[in-house]
Nanobody
Framework: QVQLVESGGGLVQAGGSLKLSCAAS????????MGWFRQAPGKERVFVAA?????SYADSVKGRFTISRDNAKNTVYLQMYSLKPEDTAVYYC????????????????WGQGTQVTVSS
């Protein structure tokens, strides 16, 4: 079965950095778009970044976050710089077969999430 497992979340001060990882198993990795979404307390889950052959980003994180992937390790990363309190959320890794999409409904598989908390 397909599993996506996130790691790397934690508590950081505003202006700090974190790097999230998502390890995939049970699927042929390279044809899949890997995406990151986040959900803040009391809010809906929203798109953050996605990548198959090239990256795309939400406007709210463009210039601060970088998505990358290592197909040999079946792993996708989200490097986050200049973190703000409004970045506080549970971050989810997701996968879909084919091109990148910002629509969470188009993703077939989801991880359990990892908490990122940014203090002011």
């Amino acid at each position: 079965q397909v599993q996506l497992v996130e790691s790397g979340g934690g508590l950081v001060q505003a202006g700090g950095s974190l790097k999230l990882s998502c390890a995939a198993s049970g699927l042929t990795f390279s044809p899949y778009t890997m995406g990151w979404f986040r959900q803040a307390p009391g809010k809906e889950r929203v798109f953050v970044a996605a990548m198959r052959r090239s990256p795309s980003y939400a406007d709210s994180v463009k210039g601060r976050f970088t998505i990358s992937r290592d197909n040999a390790k079946n792993t996708v990363y989200l490097q986050m710089y200049s973190l703000k309190p409004e970045d506080t959320a549970v971050y989810y890794c997701a996968a879909r077969l084919g091109p990148a999409s910002t629509n969470e409904g188009s993703y077939s598989y989801w991880g359990q999430g990892t908490q990122v908390t940014v203090s002011s």
